[in-house]
């Protein structure tokens, strides 16, 4: 059976059906892998065929420590670690009939918003292989766009969920901080970081949410919040209040602006409000994430002496070595108070701000990103560039909040676009609420399905 | 020669005996346990392992601070301290910067003599102990069992002045400890340790030297490695002749950290500090805050036993016990629950007892050794009466067993009347033998000389 | 760029010690270049009144979030596990260059 593009739950149905086996659906994505992986380079660790164990194979990111398979970041330091033990996020994917496939690649450590610092090799974007698929999460997208995976779960500190997505035309979906342990998830910026799924259906993201999400007795910062059963939450359209805000449609391509407006008024036609707002500039949300997150990494990237696990610190990159030098810097004497402490002065308004405009609106839409796909070797010229495409998404990283991507249509040059819907804290069963409903308005004007079909 | 004030602050870190380590569920007593067979990611420091604190190991702290009447922050978090030694996973120790559980307390302490003097506390803070190296010749091993075992800081204001006094607070501490039963505090097991800073005030330079308004020196030697009460005497006033020294020899001394070598007696400098470390601490974003409330404070506060001093004055109030054998009782927790076990039992036989304020007699059995404490009470008990008890003389039997003695040893009284008076005690054994102790040793003397002169 | 942002050789040099990395002649070149832009850049927030706002390290709004002690151990390794990926070890111990 030929189950090209069908989503991750009409596969499952499929087998509870008996209209598929998992051999049957395993060797269908590993063929699919085996035949394409090559050309995209999404994966870093794909398993031996014999390896994997039963379940519906979808990939995950090379940062999840998976048991007994190696686990990299996508650095030389962890060329060879084999993790002896499991991450809180594979462990739930396994137990709820999953199996991990392989390990997809990403920026070094995570760093970087266009998979070009792994020290194995760009991932190259799907749609058109001299571009960028984005980043960090770059071979999840990837392998989810060319449908070398049902679905893939991704990781984002800022962006790095959403902004690959929008490049590479997939969902996207950054759950708000503390939804989803992060416990093996391999540290970035531990106050920022958040796992989340990447899918070709609203209905598998919210299916992969509430598998991942939940109180972990390993993880302090997980809420102890109820998770919602998000599926059954899509059944029901709800009408919402959307705002927009000028601040983050600045800078931004005229193409993407006028794709983006016409989402809006397919929401005004579903029913919803769109309702203009204010608030504070990204462009403070830049400064205040690279603050953090430099000087979190800096402290995250300490353990890596090789005396316990991996290989010494002269094997770290050049991306990594800038941004611990940089964080060292904002931490050190005579520095904190006007850095790291600036910053986390700021975030407490940023988030303030958001609480003040989720009081007059449902959600924020905007743009995922400035533009759409670079190409691959663009990213090396600016060393603050990742941070500059990532700017749409940093605020709602640094507040933590929930925030999805999805595809909203296809530039002049045939590379997707990406629209964002960012909401209050755990409201992500509402996200993927409107989410669907846009869905099944528009299908993404076909852009999954086209990206799909690429890959024959 | 010049006159020198030492202006001495202390650092003390003790291990806490808790169950499970700071950070995970590995088991916290490493002691004679295999090299690395006490870990899991969180404490080996693997990538995406994460803290999460252990409840009794922030209580206990809390119950710490308390007894050295400190104010308990309401709010308090932890931070990462940022350093790379081999010993440290993580390359940073999660410890306590700018919000630590508990701040500015004191401890009064008396000596055994009863003088009284109050130091000044600082904080006492919560963080993790590190693994252990062991150097060989081509390599140093490192074990992390130890790693993540949960670590309280106690800082001290500079209010010491000499060695002496330094040592019989840190002995005043680790019994306090104890009571708290929060850990062996052991200085051999490395499970209470001491890191003295000492510096010199030259008393020549016009310095105001008015208790409260010390200029501290603008230097501070920090001692490590001593591992028992009496180094730490040895090491300060090592220290403080090494420094006296240099200061005569028109130098000043360096801002450094020394170890102590107590086969030689003598500090060796392990490095020179030139500025302050930069430990680039921050708040630890993997641990939520803790917001300690009044309600929960109070409920702990509870939990902290009568401690050595409120113990020893309630001996001298209730007890009518004098100061020195108060205050050598209550050092001793065990030795203090004793003493009250038997008193509470003696309380049931209160009829057998004569004397009105006993628990006074009961006292000096045990600190003067004469009844072992380490008997069971009921033994103790028995022992305790019969000393107590006034004996009852039968004459009638007294005279019958006397003649008995002479009878029966006639050789021994011809000795005694030649002149060899070191035989009656003899023969007052003998008789006491016979008598079962219905009789006091004092009369039965009396009587014996009676018969023979 | 503005004089004053732009970091010195021997920042550079000290900042590398401080973490931990070490760096070429052409790194510290391009390093000073980079750090001093992203320096610039992110001062941006000097200009920016926050007053008396409180700091977010972390934004879950939960505390006091502990385990119980005694709690079982369902994580522990075994000795071989613990040393599994070192790359140095000798009997049950992890080994490194002889310090000091």
Known sequence: ?456 | MKNYLPIIGLEVHVELKTKSKMFCQCSASYFNRPANSQTCPVCLGLPGALPVPNQKAIEWTILLGRALNCQINHFSKFDRKHYFYPDLPKGYQISQHDQPIAKDGWYKLKNYKGEEKTYKIRRVHLEEDTGKLIHTTDGTLIDFNRSGVPLVEIVSEPDFHNAEEVKEFLEELQILIRYLDISDADMEKGTMRLEPNISLICRATKQSLTKNKINLPNYKVEIKNINSFRFVKQAIEYEIQRQSDIFNQGKQPKQETRGYDAEKNLTYSLRVKEEAADYRYFPEPDIPPMIFKNDFLNKLFKKVPELPNEKLLRYQNKFKLNYSDAFILTRNKKMADYFELILNQLSKRKKEIRIIDYPKEIAKFIVNKKIAWQLSAEQFIEKAIKLMTPVVTDTNLLEKVIKEVIKNNSQAVSDYKKGKTNVLMYLVGQAMKDLKGKAEAKKVLEKIKEKLS | MTKKTRLKIEQILHLADLAGVKLTEAEVKKYQDQLSQTIEYVSNLKNYHVGKAKITYQTTNLSNIFFPDGEKNQRAFSISEALLNAKNKKDNFFKTKKIL
Request: glycine residues 8%; charged residues 20%.
């Open chain 1, 1 to 456: 059976m030929n189950i090209t593009g069908y989503t991750l739950l009409e596969i499952i149905k499929l087998v509870k059906k008996r209209q598929i086996t998992i051999p049957e659906v395993t060797s269908f994505f590993y063929n699919r892998i085996k035949k394409f992986n090559q050309r995209l380079n999404a994966f870093i660790t794909v398993l031996d065929y014999q390896q994997i164990k039963p379940g519906i194979p979808i990939a995950v990111k090379d940062n999840f420590c998976t048991k007994g398979i190696k686990t990299t970041a996508a650095s030389k330091v962890l060329a060879d670690f084999i993790s002896p033990y499991e991450s809180t996020v594979t462990d739930k994917l396994i137990k709820n009939g999953l199996t991990i496939i392989g390990k997809t690649n990403m920026d070094a450590w995570a760093h970087g918003s266009s998979t070009e610092t792994s020290d194995f090799g760009p991932t190259k974007n799907p749609w058109n292989i001299d571009y960028s698929p984005g980043g960090s999460s770059g071979g999840s997208v990837a392998a989810v766009s060319a449908y070398l995976v049902p679905a893939a779960i991704g990781s984002e500190t800022a962006g790095s969920i959403r902004q690959p997505a929008s490049w590479s035309g997939v969902i996207g979906l950054k759950p708000t901080y503390g939804r989803v342990s992060r416990y093996g998830l391999i540290a970035m910026g531990s106050s920022l970081d958040c796992p989340g799924p990447l899918t070709i259906s609203v209905a598998d993201a919210a299916f992969l949410l509430k598998v991942i999400a939940g109180k972990d007795n390993y993880d302090a910062t997980t809420s102890f919040q109820e998770v919602p059963d998000y599926l059954k939450k899509l059944e029901k359209n709800q009408k919402f209040v959307i705002g927009i805000t000028d601040e983050y449609f600045e800078g931004v391509l005229p193409e993407i602006k006028n794709k983006i407006f016409t989402c809006l008024n397919i929401f005004r036609k579903l029913g919803h409000k769109i309702k203009k707002i204010k608030l504070i500039s990204p462009k403070y949300a830049i400064s205040v994430y690279t603050i953090i997150q430099r000087a979190e990494v800096s402290s995250n990237l300490a353990r890596y002496d090789g005396i316990r696990f991996g290989n010494p610190r002269e094997f770290l990159g050049s991306e990594a070595k800038k941004r611990i030098m940089l964080g060292t810097y904002t931490l050190s004497h005579g520095y904190y108070e006007s850095f790291y402490k600036k910053a986390q002065q700021f975030r407490t308004l940023i988030i303030e701000d958001y609480i003040k405009a989720f009081k007059e609106v449902d959600f924020i839409i905007s743009p995922t990103t400035p533009t759409t796909a670079f190409k691959l070797g663009e990213f090396e010229k600016y060393p603050f560039f990742g941070e500059l495409m990532d700017m749409l998404n940093e605020p709602a990283s640094v507040a933590g909040l929930p925030a999805i991507n999805l595809p909203a249509g296809l530039d002049k040059n045939n590379l997707p676009i990406g629209m964002q819907i960012v909401g209050p804290y755990f409201y992500e069963d509402r996200i993927l609420n409107l989410a669907n409903q846009f869905e099944k308005e528009t299908d993404y004007f076909g852009v999954i399905k086209k990206g799909i079909l690429r890959y024959q």
